[in-house]
């Protein structure tokens, strides 16, 4: 391919992301990557620093700046997975932006959407591809799709295959937006946005929610 994409990203499940692109037929040299200077983002950075992707380390501060200066550069796509940061008007104006949002849109907006939908007792878990727009999560949707939860299930295994299922999807996301794909609008009164604020275990009195809530591999970083 010829095209290049822009990819905002960080932690370790971005590098399947890259390795995703990389089976689609793009190389390093038409990838960029935008990513935070972090200790645990170090697999990431290493694997970026290995096949010689150009990167660009950014904070709170100075995101969306940096990113504008870096759209002069004309990218087909931009790919938000994993992003900490909100994304201005002004940049989105300047290109196609993708994001992939660990959760069942408009359903659960935000984050830590699998923590919430096992407190709120739900069935299954989603994942979906939208467009970017200037309110939070609430793009066309290009692709969604759901994860029945399983009885063993923690957040970190649904967060685990929610991530894998959504990289798999990627080559038809790209495929859709390829072809002009506008997505299907949301119902923007439906569903609820949730902070980025984990809830009191205090509160939760149900002690295997609690571990189901909390649980992390041992070798986890």
Known sequence: MNSKILLIA???????????LFSLGYRPDGIDVITIDDRKNLSFIDFLDYYDIHKKYASAENFNRLLISQLRNKYTIVISFSNPFIILKEAIS???????HPGWLPKYRGSLSTVNSLINKEKFVG????????????????????IIIDTKDTAFSLNHKIFSK?????????K??????SGISQNKKNGRFYLNKF?????????????KLTY??????
């Open 94 to 100: 300047k290109s196609i932006f993708l994001n992939f």
């Open 10 to 20: 960080q932690g370790s499940q971005s590098i399947q992301l890259v390795r995703e």
């Open 216 to 221: 992390f591999p041992p070798n986890f970083k």
């Open 199 to 211: 809830p009191s275990l205090k509160s939760i009195t149900n002690k295997e929610l609690r571990y």
């Open 166 to 174: 959504g990289i798999q999807s990627l080559s038809e996301i790209l």
């Open 127 to 146: 994942g979906t591809w939208h467009y970017i727009v200037t309110e939070v999560d609430k793009g066309n949707i290009i692709y969604r799709f759901k």
């Open 176 to 181: 859709r937006v390829k072809n002009n794909y």
